[in-house]
């Protein structure tokens, strides 16, 4: 199995995304570190990995906050010596704010979380990556980072934007350590929690708008972050890969009637 040994920290990895690239690791033969602000969430997550007769653990902690990351990174250790693989996952969805009404606790706090959390986690994981001479770091960002967001607000955007940033500055300064960083960028996905806040017609509509004709499933993107921490992409370090059925291509959106839904969320 390509992760044979490899121990993986995958960050709100209690639900959605998180939890599919936690099983496609652990599938792949990793030992993982479910985390997320949700203990029971984590805790699911790690039952459902036990039945594929892993070793796993779940911990419950708020990314964006330091200490608490070192922490869980400090436990992680703990348990299995040091983390090979790290995947920045957790993240919140700003609102569809128009930027002149939105509340700056909203902007620190989708910052604190997509952005700042992941630069903690790195932070903390990157000196024992260091000491292998080997490491990955899977960021997931979203197709906002390639314009903007179509339902969330500037907040988000402006995060995601700020990840990938981050992602090429760590892949230039990683590379001589033997730690390669990437940025997945996932389409719509249907998530279980996207699925329960969405009528049909809805998802019917966002169908439509992607040439490949379905929404990305969780597992899709866990699929791409299986092959980026893998020494399948030993050459890739620095990319941007989009997961997103070619919607970014055929992003076309009726200008007024977003700005009308915008302006109507905003009042
Ligand atoms: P989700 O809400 O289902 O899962 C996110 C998980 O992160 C949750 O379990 C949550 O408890 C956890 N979390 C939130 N804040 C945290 C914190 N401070 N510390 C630790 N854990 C925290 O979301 P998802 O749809 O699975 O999204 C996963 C990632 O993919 C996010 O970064 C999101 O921005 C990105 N993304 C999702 C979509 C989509 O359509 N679903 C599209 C583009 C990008």
Known sequence: MELENKVALVTGAGSG????????????????????????????????????????????????????????VAEGVKRFKTIDILVNNAGIGGASIMVADLPPEAWDQAMAVNLKGAFNCCQAVIPLMQQCGWGKIVN???????????????????????????????????????????????????TPLVESKTTEGFRTEVAAQIPLNRWVTPEDIAEAALFLAS????????????????????????????????TETSA
């Open 231 to 262: 020494d399948r992409a030993a050459m890739i370090t620095g990319v941007v890969l989009g997961v997103d059925g070619g919607q970014l291509l055929g992003i076309a959106s009726d200008y007024k009637e977003d700005l009308k839904r915008r």
């Open 17 to 72: 995304i998180g939890q599919a690239i936690a099983l496609r690791l652990a599938e792949a033969g990793a030992h993982i570190i479910v985390n997320d602000l949700d203990a029971q969430s984590a805790k699911k997550t790690v039952a459902i990995l036990n039945g594929q007769d892993a070793c796993n653990m779940a911990i419950q902690a708020d990314i964006s906050d330091p200490e608490a990351v070192g922490s869980m």
């Open 140 to 190: 997931i960002a979203s197709l906002a980072a390639s314009r903007m967001s179509k339902l969330g607000g500037a907040d988000y955007t402006a995060a995601k934007y700020g990840l990938v940033g981050l992602s090429h500055h760590l892949a230039f300064e990683l590379a001589t350590h033997g730690i390669n960083v990437n940025v997945i960028c996932p389409g719509a996905t249907l």
